[in-house]
């Protein structure tokens, strides 16, 4: 019995620990996507916070509506024509967030199952080294993305 209650201190101290760094260290907040066309490729932003006191890894993400989910980053190459990159694994920092949004980092969902239309909701689950696997809610909305400066594409005259 002695024994026992010497290692219930350290075995709940053990868990605690394991929960401050896996899946309740990560939050992620505004996921969101558009509505698509028949066969369209769809696309999620969203912000993901790391709250652990240790940096995570975004290693996969996957959903029921899609064959494939990635991340992929916009880049302007050295032409200076802006094209998509895949990201394979994204470090996320402790106490720390990763923007996902347009022009930039976001999710790509290829082979849909069916378009998505405004008001609709799908899971998205996005898979971390160490905190597991995080699924998420998405809701599908009409927006419109922040317009880019014109200044920045080649061939326009300004």
Same mark, same amino acid.
């Given at each position: 019995?002695?024994? &026992?209650?010497?290692?219930?201190?350290?075995?709940?101290?053990? #868990?605690?620990?394991?929960?401050?760094?896996?899946?309740?260290?990560?939050?992620?907040?505004?996921?969101? &996507?558009? $509505?698509? %066309?028949?066969?369209?490729?769809?696309?999620?932003?969203?912000?993901?916070? @790391?709250?652990?006191?240790?940096?995570?890894?975004?290693?996969?993400?996957?959903?029921? %509506?899609?064959?494939? #989910?990635?991340?992929?980053?916009?880049?302007?190459?050295?032409?200076? %024509?802006?094209?998509?990159?895949?990201?394979? &694994?994204? &470090?996320?920092?402790? @106490?720390?967030?990763?923007?996902?949004?347009?022009?930039?980092?976001?999710?790509?969902?290829?082979?849909?199952?069916?378009?998505? /239309?405004?008001?609709?909701?799908? $899971?998205?689950?996005?898979?971390? /080294?160490?905190?597991? #696997?995080?699924?998420?809610?998405?809701?599908?909305?009409?927006?419109?993305?922040?317009?880019?400066?014109?200044?920045?594409?080649?061939?326009?005259?300004?």
């Amino acid at each position: 019995m002695t024994k &026992s209650l010497f290692l219930l201190p350290v075995l709940l101290g053990l #868990a605690f620990t394991a929960l401050a760094e896996g899946q309740g260290a990560i939050r992620v907040s505004d996921a969101k &996507s558009r $509505p698509t %066309i028949a066969g369209g490729t769809g696309v999620v932003y969203m912000t993901v916070v @790391n709250q652990a006191a240790s940096d995570d890894e975004l290693t996969g993400l996957s959903s029921p %509506i899609a064959d494939k #989910a990635e991340m992929h980053r916009t880049v302007k190459d050295d032409g200076g %024509i802006m094209k998509m990159d895949a990201v394979t &694994s994204l &470090s996320v920092k402790a @106490n720390a967030s990763v923007m996902f949004g347009p022009g930039g980092l976001h999710v790509m969902l290829t082979g849909l199952k069916q378009p998505l /239309a405004t008001g609709d909701s799908f $899971p998205l689950t996005l898979t971390f /080294a160490k905190a597991g #696997a995080v699924t998420v809610t998405v809701s599908v909305q009409s927006f419109k993305p922040a317009p880019m400066p014109m200044k920045d594409m080649p061939g326009m005259k300004m």
